[in-house]
């Protein structure tokens, strides 16, 4: 198993983010455990964000939505075991955040902050967050 999470992040570092999921896929779901889950759900991610090798990223694309959707579905499975992780906490809030549902992201970037406050990702992507919605609600008539 740890050869296996070694491969994974060698190629989720390298952007191959297809050849990582179909690792991953490729061991039972009942025995992936919550490691695997959670390198699942991270790169299920990168690759909605950033595409393979990064090249999305490159051509300002729109995220693919489905695999966002797809990426906290798998998140969601570890939540209980992921709710005292800072890593767990840190993937749901980039994934929530990129959905356009900051203020649910906000609340997994608070978490990851209080389980890592020496993290100072935590700290920026808390203020990431709250500046986003202040942006958000600049404007808006309240009625």
């Not at 075991?81 to 906000?106: F, Q, S």
Request: contains cysteine; charged residues 35%.
């Amino acid at each position: 198993m740890e050869e296996l999470l070694k491969q994974i992040e060698e190629w989720n570092e390298a952007g191959e983010y297809s050849r990582a999921i179909g690792a991953i896929e490729a061991v039972p779901e009942g025995e992936r455990g919550y490691a695997l889950t959670l390198w699942l759900g991270r790169i299920t991610s990168n690759l909605a964000v950033l595409g393979e090798h990064d090249c999305r990223q490159q051509k300002n694309a729109e995220p693919d939505w489905g695999l966002l959707r797809k990426a906290v579905d798998i998140l969601e499975t570890i939540q209980e075991e992921g709710e005292k992780d800072p890593v767990w906490n840190c993937r749901m809030g980039y994934a929530l955040h990129t959905m356009d549902r900051t203020r649910e992201a906000i609340q997994y970037g608070l978490r990851w902050q209080e389980l890592a406050p020496e993290d100072p990702d935590a700290g920026e992507f808390v203020e990431n967050c709250r500046i986003f919605l202040k942006e958000m609600t600049k404007g808006k008539k309240k009625y």
